[in-house]
């Protein structure tokens, strides 16, 4: 039952570079696509709304690795950076009946939800961390999110090159109980090298899933028109947009 992505990918031998400078070897994106299907079947026998296991604070890793964009230099950030973020907005708009507009105050003074899981990343690193923030199902119950709508785009500061990072999951992992957005590690706000001041936690699904520097939440009926059209960065260069552990 618990066929996992990871497991597949480990137990081939092949490991990857991955997500800082990306290994296009031709043997891991065919692994990938075909066990995307594997992994999204074998969680929909188990549900895919089941929980992502949680740890103990004791199981917490000393050091939390920051990876992929891990100090971004966008304008448009710095700015943001100088003044702790005070003005920092997380927009919800696309297919919603009420478009909302969070402030920092405002995503921390919703009900909380705090989870010690582990981060799985392609490149064969796992960390256990402690994340806290609001459960992203009510905040898009508030928005109204639309019966049209497929999918949750997660549009961030930070950019490789000229191509902003972007990343997109379903309304099964939008309202998914574990889907938070986290502005707080191991009890600290963010550091910028793991999404200051807010990014996203998606337990069921791989590293790259997990977009940071959120400002933008943009709800959809298609992916055609974002990026290259397969919904997120990476899976935009190769990975499987369903990227489910
Ligand atoms: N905005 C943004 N989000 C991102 C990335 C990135 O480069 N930019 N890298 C992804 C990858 S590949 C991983 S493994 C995790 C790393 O999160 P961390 O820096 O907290 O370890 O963030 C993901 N989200
Ligand atoms: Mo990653």
């Known amino acids: 039952m618990d066929v996992s992505r990871r497991s597949i990918l480990l137990g081939s031998g092949l490991l990857l570079t991955g997500c800082d400078g990306a290994s296009r070897d031709p043997r891991v994106l065919k692994l990938l696509s075909s066990a995307e299907g594997l992994t999204m079947g074998a969680q929909r026998l188990v549900g895919r709304n089941a929980l992502a296991t949680e740890f103990d604070a004791g199981e917490i890793s000393p050091r939390f690795k920051a990876n992929g964009n891990i100090d971004p230099t966008t304008p448009r950030y710095l700015a943001q950076r100088r003044t702790g973020f005070a003005d920092w907005r997380v927009v919800v708009d696309g297919l919603v009946d009420r478009p909302l507009s969070l402030s920092l105050s405002d995503l921390t003074r919703m009900p909380q939800r705090t989870q010690i899981t582990r981060h799985d990343c392609v490149e064969g690193w796992s960390a256990i961390g402690q994340w806290t923030g609001p459960v992203l199902g009510p905040i898009l119950q508030a928005a109204g999110v639309k019966s049209t709508a497929r999918y949750a785009v997660f549009h961030c500061a930070d950019s490789f090159g000229t191509s902003p990072y972007y990343e997109s999951v379903d309304m099964?992992?939008?309202f998914?109980?574990?889907t938070?957005?986290?502005h707080r590690l191991n009890g600290e706000p963010l550091p910028v090298g793991n999404g200051a001041p807010v990014r996203l936690r998606?337990?069921?699904?791989?590293?790259?899933?997990?977009?940071?520097?959120?400002e933008r939440i943009e709800l959809r009926d298609t992916l055609a028109g974002v990026g290259r059209g397969k919904g997120g960065y990476w899976p935009d260069r190769g990975?499987?947009?369903y990227a489910g552990i």
């Open 172 to 174: 099964v992992d939008a």
């Open 176 to 178: 998914h109980p574990q």
């Open 180 to 182: 938070i957005l986290a």
């Open 202 to 214: 998606v337990e069921r699904q791989l590293g790259y899933k997990h977009a940071k520097y959120v």
């Open 239 to 241: 990975y499987e947009w």
